[in-house]
């Protein structure tokens, strides 16, 4: 489960401003492209630059990819993009529909992911989404490097004339990618981590730190529903008592019970740091935003 906050009113179609775009002109001779969030569309603007010109449908911090209903102009500018870019594992099932055509060239970045057996329940849930799986793939920082060079080769297929630049573009891309994952490697080993919701497990993973956040928690988190007593009174003990370093917040699936454990860990004196699911205003793209949380999350752990 992911963003929570209700759609407000009809979302427009937004341009994707991180990434420095327009709207679409079809004789701008630029590659079009729509991506089902401005995070995916951000990695794919790192490696097509100015020879792309990607839409976003979600780059509202606001909006929830499993209840986005799509609308008419959203199939449209699916209909008509050159290369379309999505997560699936069912984070955003709602862009997978409106591709109608198998001759669209796509780039799905859950399949592009190592290992995707990270449990958090046993079963889907009403929605149908099966949490026995991680979908948070855009911080598995292998999975991005993945989806980057998925989608040089799939613009690469659309203007082979480009090549070298989509090719030199990506390796740029992957380079920063690579200083990353060396910054944040095993850095929280013999530390632990608890989360208000499991976004940002694959780069928790990639620290080594351990996570402590209880399954009930996370599960009840995750699918919207109560959660269990003995579970928060679990998860306020740990922060209470400061058996974890630090709390990871997902700040775009903030609610009353997420709030208080926020509120005693910073009481008790654990790091908290805020991680986000789309690219919030004020960042440049996937690695501005990216180095970011990894910069917070070394420093709390190494505090």
Request: aromatic share 6%; net charge negative.
């Given at each position: 489960m992911t963003l929570r906050n209700a759609?407000?009113?009809?979302?427009?179609?937004?341009?994707?401003?991180?990434?420095?775009?327009?709207?679409?002109?079809?004789?701008?001779?630029?590659?079009?492209?729509?991506?089902?969030?401005?995070?995916?569309?951000?990695?794919?603007?790192?490696?097509?630059?100015d020879e792309v010109e990607v839409k976003a449908l979600l780059d509202d911090p606001g909006a929830d990819p499993h209840s986005y209903e799509s609308k008419p102009a959203d199939a449209?500018?699916?209909?008509?993009?050159?290369?379309?870019?999505?997560?699936?594992?069912?984070?955003?099932?709602?862009?997978?529909?409106?591709?109608?055509?198998?001759?669209?060239?796509?780039?799905?970045?859950?399949?592009?992911?190592?290992?995707?057996?990270?449990?958090?329940?046993?079963?889907?849930?009403?929605?149908?989404?099966?949490?026995?799986?991680?979908?948070?793939?855009?911080?598995?920082?292998?999975?991005?490097?993945?989806?980057?060079?998925?989608?040089?080769?799939?613009?690469?297929?659309?203007?082979?004339?480009?090549?070298?630049?989509?090719?030199?573009?990506?390796a740029s891309f992957k380079t920063k990618i690579e200083e990353l994952e060396k910054k944040i490697a095993d850095i929280g080993k013999g530390k632990k981590v608890a989360a208000t919701e499991p976004i940002a497990h694959y780069l928790v993973e990639a620290t080594g730190a351990e996570d402590v956040t209880p399954e009930a928690f996370s599960k009840a988190i995750e699918e919207e529903s109560d959660v269990p007593a003995a579970a928060l009174a679990e998860m306020n003990q740990l922060v209470e008592s400061k058996q974890v370093n630090v709390l990871v917040e997902n700040t775009q699936t903030e609610n009353q019970v997420t709030k208080g454990v926020v509120e005693k860990a910073k009481s008790a004196g654990v790091a908290v740091v805020q991680v986000t699911e789309t690219l919030p205003e004020g960042v440049t793209g996937y690695l501005d935003w990216m180095t970011k949380q990894v910069?917070?999350?070394?420093?709390?752990?190494?505090?």
């Open positions: 759609l407000v009113g009809a979302l427009a179609v937004a341009s994707l401003a991180a990434c420095g775009t327009s709207t679409p002109s079809a004789d701008n001779g630029k590659i079009q492209v729509v991506a089902s969030t401005n995070v995916w569309g951000s990695v794919v603007k790192a490696v097509g630059g449209a500018l699916v209909k008509d993009a050159k290369l379309v870019v999505f997560n699936g594992g069912g984070y955003d099932d709602f862009f997978a529909k409106l591709i109608t055509s198998d001759a669209t060239k796509k780039v799905e970045a859950f399949p592009l992911a190592d290992n995707h057996a990270e449990p958090h329940s046993e079963a889907p849930d009403a929605d149908g989404h099966d949490h026995s799986v991680n979908e948070h793939v855009w911080y598995d920082l292998h999975t991005v490097e993945a989806v980057a060079e998925a989608a040089a080769t799939e613009l690469t297929a659309i203007a082979p004339d480009k090549k070298a630049t989509f090719e030199s573009n990506t910069d917070a999350l070394s420093q709390a752990l190494k505090a």
